[in-house]
């Protein structure tokens, strides 16, 4: 399978960097930003999930009559929804789509977070209720007879859905990057998500998703995701100067405002991802060709935060890099989304796009780039 590129969608135009934070979906802009992703050849785009959101099936239902090929994830939390509606729910996009949907099950990284809607199990019990959740959505999209259940987590007698996935099933994607996670989406998952590390950590995940995948006696592995924040421009020099522009906002708006960290507790996230991209940035701002950190250091890690800085070839080089290392997936999508999502649409996919093709044809690598990677003040070999 080909490489595919996955984004997230916004409701309205706020975003780090203007700083809005406007509560109200605006539909034109909804509209608009969808065909922007369509049109760029972007293959999946994300409907995120957070308690103070909005309500993602119904989101990725409208995104779905924008567009003719975009397939919408929707992120999940087991908490939220009972398995057998979700399931429903989830099937009922997928005919509405036309057999797009995707599902991104979150277990839950911040007890804080969870407890705003009710849900106060610990870590390890969340992965135990998002593994059974997970078996019992398969289940009823492949069940054509009515049948009980009875778990630790969910219970109930004499079920049957006649909302049929138009494929069968619907891809069910697992993130994080705990023991639990790996465990969990190692035997369960079809797309295991991560976020951008250096070139070895993420082959030391890929590698932890893989073993455990076989533990389960798997004969396939997930299919692995990885999502950058790029800063792209016309060269090197230009990026590096937009990067320090963007780092500025974030650093200006930390701990108060609208897109503070909201995660991080008095001593810091409590979720291994954050936690991990924090020590990563302790180590250093530059990491391999682009990957630059200080952003998540920024915004405390709070989501994916790390920023691939460079040129429209340097960044294309650099996302080719995670794609030798075995990524499936890459996930793009700025801090400036709209005006970001344009310029990946328009410089970056072509350019992956096109030096994959020159590789299947000819069997050997191009040059997108020519130029060794810079450090983070634009001038010099890193």
């Known amino acids: 399978m080909p490489v ?10 706020s975003n780090e960097v203007n700083g809005r934070a406007d509560p109200a979906v605006d539909v034109g802009y909804l509209r608009r930003y969808a065909r922007i992703l369509e049109d760029g050849g972007f293959d999946y785009t994300l409907v995120p999930y957070n308690s103070t959101f909005h ?61 705003r809607e009710g849900d106060r199990l610990a870590k390890a019990q969340r992965y135990e209720r998002q593994e059974e959740y ?65 070139l070895a950590d993420t082959r030391q995940q890929i590698d932890r998703v893989a073993a455990e995948a076989r533990r389960a ?65 302790g180590r250093k701002d530059v990491h391999d060709r682009a990957l630059w950190t200080p952003t998540a250091t920024a915004t405390g890690a709070a989501g994916a935060s790390t920023a691939l800085v460079g040129s429209y070839e340097t960044v294309a080089a650099a996302i080719l890099d995670y794609v030798d290392l075995g990524a499936d997936l890459i996930s793009i999508r700025g801090y400036d989304n709209l005006d970001d999502a344009i310029d990946y649409g328009r410089y970056i996919i072509p350019l992956v796009r096109q030096e994959l093709a020159h590789r299947a044809e000819t069997g050997r690598r191009g040059q997108v780039v020519a130029q060794p990677p810079l450090v983070a003040g634009g001038v010099g070999a890193a």
Do not use: C
């Open 4 to 13: 595919e590129f996955i984004s997230a969608i916004n409701v309205n135009a």
């Open 217 to 281: 006696g798997r004969e396939d592995t997930p299919r692995t995701w990885v999502t950058f924040r790029p800063i792209v421009a016309a060269t090197d020099a230009l990026a590096w100067d937009k990067a320090h522009r963007i780092l500025a906002i974030l650093q200006g708006r930390r701990g108060a405002g609208p897109w503070k960290a909201r995660w991080a507790g008095a001593d810091g996230p409590a979720n291994v991802g954050s936690q991990r991209l924090l020590e990563i940035a």
């Open 55 to 115: 309500d993602p099936f119904t989101v990725a239902a409208a995104l779905t009559q924008f567009t003719e090929r975009i397939r919408p994830i929707i992120a999940l939390r087991p908490n939220t929804m009972y398995p057998t509606v979700a399931a429903k729910a989830l099937a009922t996009l997928d005919q509405l789509s036309g057999g797009r949907a995707v599902v991104h099950l979150i277990a839950g990284g911040s007890d804080a977070e969870q407890a």
């Open 134 to 198: 997970i078996r019992i959505l398969r289940k009823v999209w492949t069940s054509t007879e009515s049948f009980d259940h009875g778990g630790k987590y969910y219970t109930f007698e004499d079920f049957v859905s006649v909302v049929r996935p138009v494929n069968g099933t619907i891809p069910v994607s697992v993130g994080g990057s705990s023991d639990e996670a790996y465990r969990v989406g190692g035997a369960l998952g079809d797309i295991f998500g991560l976020w951008g590390e250096p």
